[in-house]
C-alpha cells in the first residue's frame, strides 16, 4: 500500500504542525514521523483514493481514516488521537526510564574487587 504524497496532506498542516512540536518526535520525511527511534506515525493511500493515518501506540498500530479535505472538527479529533498514542507511548518511555537499576543488574557489568 503506497504512502500517501505530502502534497495531499496540506489540509492536515496545521494538525502535523502541532506534532512536530512533541518532545521525540522527528519528521524524517514528509508525513512519517517517529518518535524517538521508531515508527510512530505515517500517511497510505487507500482504495477509491481515500487516505489513512497509522499511528502507532501503546497496542500496536491503529488505523485512522481521513477525509480529503478534513474539515476542522475532523483535523482536531485525528489531532486528539495521536496525541493519545504520544501519550501512551510516552508514558511508557517515561516508566521505563524511572526503572531503578541495580548494578549487577546490568549485563556485562562486573564489580572491581
Known amino acids: 500500500m503506497p504512502h500517501c504524497p505530502p502534497e495531499l496532506l496540506d489540509d492536515l498542516a496545521d494538525a502535523l504542525a ?3 512540536t512533541w518532545a521525540g518526535v522527528i519528521e524524517k520525511k514528509p508525513g512519517v ?6 515508527p510512530f506515525l505515517h500517511f497510505h493511500l ?3 483514493g481515500r487516505r489513512r493515518a497509522d499511528v502507532k501506540g501503546r497496542e ?3 488505523s485512522l481514516d481521513l ?3 478534513a474539515t ?3 483535523r482536531r479529533a485525528f489531532l486528539r488521537d495521536v496525541q ?3 501519550d501512551e507511548r510516552s ?23
Open 18 to 20: 502541532r506534532v512536530r
Open 33 to 38: 514521523f517517529y518518535l524517538r527511534r521508531e
Open 46 to 48: 487507500v482504495d477509491g
Open 60 to 62: 500496536g498500530w491503529m
Open 67 to 69: 477525509p480529503r479535505p
Open 72 to 74: 476542522a472538527v475532523k
Open 84 to 86: 493519545a498514542r504520544y
Open 91 to 113: 508514558r511508557r518511555a517515561n516508566a521505563s526510564a524511572m526503572t531503578p537499576r541495580t548494578s549487577t543488574s546490568r549485563p556485562g557489568f562486573r564489580r572491581s574487587p
